[in-house]
């Protein structure tokens, strides 16, 4: 038969849904002047205390939050249905 059955595969649906409504409302909701007081109030703390958080000071310093040019809504799109097709096969391969 395939595929998932119906509580799995309605789950999925509502976890890209959510996906979807999430990066329409950061869309919607984002404020260029609100992210630069943002990024300069989050660099002031990490530059005051970037010994308590090394792990996030490193990576920031390397780009970690740096523009890819990666849409976020296909990415996360892209990660979601690349796991739901693991489940998929997981699925496949108990019942033959």
Same mark, same amino acid.
């Given at each position: 038969? @395939? /595929?998932l $059955? @119906? $509580?799995p595969l309605a789950a999925r649906g509502h976890l890209v849904a959510g996906h979807v409504r999430n990066q329409a409302q950061q869309l919607a909701d984002f404020d260029e002047d609100h992210n630069q007081e943002w990024g300069h109030l989050t @660099? #002031?703390?990490l530059n005051r205390d970037a010994a308590r958080f090394p792990a996030l000071t490193t990576a920031i310093a #390397? /780009?970690?939050f740096a523009p890819t040019g990666l849409d976020p809504l296909d990415f996360g799109l892209d990660r979601i249905l690349d796991g739901v097709q693991v489940l998929i096969d997981r699925a496949e391969d108990t019942s033959s």
């Open positions: 038969m @395939g /595929g $059955p @119906g $509580p @660099g #002031e703390l #390397e /780009g970690a």
